[in-house]
């Protein structure tokens, strides 16, 4: 490579990295694809970010305790999150999908590696509930 094409590059290197380190945080906002959205969410309503450091995450189901549990399938785990942002690991359990409470406000979770639906309690231990079909 000649010294003046290292020079050019080296410089557009430079110039480049600033502006890649100044890229505005992503804005989210929310968009109705019904009109009957607006009748269920105040129009004024605004997305907020709680916590972060997730890889991919499903299953949000909010407690009226005051969090959220949330799976997420790259970390393996359960999570409670609380609105201040802390989280805690509720259980370790490979591929955890979705969430739901029972009738008893029990979380239940569709644990993909299990091949089962199972309920787990706030201490982090589970029983599965149901793992086949017909039997």
């Known amino acids: 490579m000649k010294p003046t ?3 050019v590059l ?3 290197c430079c110039l480049v990295a600033p502006l890649s380190a100044q890229t505005p945080p992503r804005k989210f906002e929310l968009q109705a694809n019904s009109p009957q959205f607006w009748k269920l969410v105040d129009r004024n309503a605004r997305l907020e970010k709680i ?13 009226p305790a ?3 549990y949330v799976s997420d399938e790259t970390l ?11 989280k805690e690991t509720v259980l ?10 029972d ?3 029990r979380l239940l979770d569709c644990a993909s590696v299990l091949r ?10 589970y029983t599965v509930l149901t793992d086949h079909h017909q039997g």
């Open 10 to 12: 080296l410089l557009l």
């Open 116 to 125: 089962a639906i199972i309920r787990i309690t706030p201490d982090g231990q």
């Open 103 to 105: 009738r008893q406000h």
């Open 92 to 101: 370790l359990l490979g591929d955890p999908d979705g969430n739901t409470f």
């Open 76 to 86: 393996n785990k359960i999570f409670r999150v609380y609105p201040d942002g802390r």
């Open 51 to 63: 916590a972060g450091g997730f890889g991919f995450t499903e299953g949000p189901v909010w407690d």
């Open 66 to 68: 005051g969090f959220l």
């Open 5 to 7: 094409t290292a020079l």
